[in-house]
């Protein structure tokens, strides 16, 4: 099939006024459509963190082909890296996009987070917040038709000239970078666009010796629950690879 032609099946879930969840479906044409991969760093200061993006890249890998191969857009975010990808086509094409720039609306209200991240949100006792970060994770490819940028305006610019309104967002950390880079969640919808956490390519900074005391696994969920209430639904990536 011609990929402008394709249509990616969204089962999307948001939360109402009681934070009881509410589900919908969506035909979204691929040609209209962007991936987010926020982040996805090759290392982490948080040995924690670390060893779950090194189960979780492979997997963001397997949907960003797919979808890569449907048509959807692929924007790799590796904040604070892009020295490493300097001459990369990938960079180059955002690069040469004219400039557009994002609306200046306000940002959309919500109540503080579900979780106390204020020790960092390491759940295995390091503390250095140190950025040992020097690129994307191996294990998630990069191809020429794809774009490299951890600038908000730069990849507003991008989504515009290709007329790219829904924005799936997969990577990390949920409570923070997925919601307050400058691509993050908060300026996706504050500049009018449709974006989609992919709830199961994303993990949050949270130690379960912090409130509301609970594990690892609940913090990340509740971040998402306070997500779907607030600001954009989520979806499963999952649910977008072809079934076997």
Same mark, same amino acid.
């Given at each position: 099939?011609?990929?402008?032609?394709?249509?990616?099946?969204?089962?999307? /879930?948001?939360?109402?006024?009681?934070?009881?969840?509410?589900?919908?479906?969506?035909?979204?044409?691929?040609?209209?459509?962007?991936?987010?991969?926020?982040?996805?760093?090759?290392?982490?200061?948080?040995?924690?963190?670390?060893?779950?993006?090194?189960?979780?890249?492979?997997?963001?890998?397997?949907?960003?082909?797919?979808? /890569?191969?449907?048509?959807?857009?692929? %924007?790799?975010?590796? #904040?604070?890296? !892009?020295? #490493?990808?300097?001459?990369?086509?990938?960079?180059?094409?955002?690069?040469?996009?004219?400039? %557009?720039?994002?609306?200046?609306?306000?940002?959309?209200? $919500?109540?503080? !987070?579900?979780?106390?991240?204020?020790?960092?949100?390491?759940?295995?006792?390091?503390?250095?917040?140190?950025?040992?970060?020097?690129?994307?994770?191996?294990?998630?490819?990069?191809?020429?038709?794809?774009?490299?940028?951890?600038?908000?305006? $730069?990849?507003?610019?991008?989504?515009? !000239?290709?007329? /790219?309104?829904?924005?799936?967002?997969?990577?990390?950390?949920?409570?923070?970078?997925?919601?307050?880079?400058?691509?993050?969640?908060?300026?996706?919808?504050?500049?009018?666009?449709?974006?989609? !956490?992919?709830?199961?390519?994303?993990?949050?900074?949270?130690?379960?010796?912090?409130?509301?005391?609970?594990?690892?696994? /609940?913090?990340?969920?509740? %971040?998402?629950?306070?997500?779907?209430?607030?600001?954009?639904?989520?979806?499963?990536?999952?649910?977008?690879?072809?079934?076997?």
């Amino acid at each position: 099939m011609n990929p402008e032609q394709n249509v990616l099946p969204l089962t999307l /879930r948001r939360r109402d006024e009681d934070g009881e969840p509410v589900t919908s479906t969506r035909q979204v044409p691929a040609s209209r459509t962007a991936l987010v991969l926020c982040d996805v760093w090759d290392r982490h200061w948080s040995r924690g963190a670390a060893e779950r993006v090194d189960l979780l890249a492979p997997v963001i890998d397997q949907v960003a082909r797919h979808l /890569r191969s449907a048509g959807v857009l692929i %924007v790799h975010a590796p #904040s604070e890296t !892009l020295d #490493s990808y300097r001459g990369h086509p990938a960079r180059r094409r955002i690069l040469d996009v004219p400039r %557009v720039e994002p609306p200046s609306n306000p940002a959309v209200p $919500e109540p503080p !987070l579900p979780i106390d991240d204020s020790d960092g949100g390491s759940d295995t006792g390091e503390t250095s917040w140190s950025a040992v970060w020097t690129r994307q994770h191996a294990a998630v490819a990069i191809e020429d038709g794809d774009a490299i940028s951890d600038d908000g305006a $730069e990849i507003y610019s991008l989504l515009s !000239l290709e007329k /790219r309104d829904l924005v799936l967002v997969a990577g990390v950390h949920t409570n923070m970078c997925v919601l307050r880079r400058s691509f993050g969640l908060r300026n996706l919808v504050r500049w009018g666009l449709s974006p989609v !956490l992919l709830r199961d390519l994303t993990d949050a900074m949270y130690n379960p010796a912090m409130p509301p005391y609970v594990s690892h696994q /609940r913090g990340t969920e509740l %971040v998402v629950e306070h997500i779907e209430r607030y600001l954009c639904p989520t979806a499963l990536g999952a649910d977008l690879l072809p079934r076997a």
